[in-house]
């Protein structure tokens, strides 16, 4: 169904209590090798791991707002995300990534699966991705857009009728 290198390696970059289950389920499948566990990855290092990946998998189900993902999403990767959080609203299902269910296993190997066996798609979503960081998550664009909703408070404020009696 899928076609892709047999060389594909996942790379589990982070720690946590889950770590040690993790190196040891990888052993008892045969594994070694093909997970690489980076262990933490210094933030001078990221982009370099993130323009070393085909894809970004970030299955979290309890993420705020995704500066990993938006990190990825920068270098031009595509993204596997789940639904939960403000995933959803990062990352465009289809356009520059796939969503999926952080419950369904299955939905995310086949998301996997579909972006390592297709470049082309891969290169799209990735484009896509770099597109909407740019128009939307820059620190200059969200610093304007916060600046912005200020604005408008403050002359919602000021247009208010003066009420005699009442602390301002």
Known sequence: MYGFSPAARLIVAGTGPLLPRLRRRATRLGLDGRVIFAGH??????????NLAD????????????????????CEL?????????LPELVVD???????????????????LQ???DPLLRRKLGDANRAR?????????????????????????????ARTGIPA
């Open 41 to 50: 990855v210094p933030e001078a290092e990221k982009v370099e791991y993130y």
């Open 133 to 161: 960081v740019d128009r939307l998550f820059r620190w200059d664009v969200c610093a304007a857009a916060t600046a912005r909703i200020y604005e408008d408070v403050l002359a919602e404020w000021r247009r208010r009728p």
């Open 55 to 74: 894809l970004l998998l970030f299955p979290s189900a309890m993420e705020g707002f995704g500066l990993v993902v938006a990190e990825a999403m920068s």
């Open 94 to 112: 289809g356009d520059g990534g796939l969503v999926c269910d952080p419950t369904d296993r299955d939905g995310f190997v086949r998301a996997t």
């Open 78 to 86: 595509p993204v596997i995300v789940s639904n939960r959080g403000s």
């Open 115 to 117: 972006l390592l066996s």
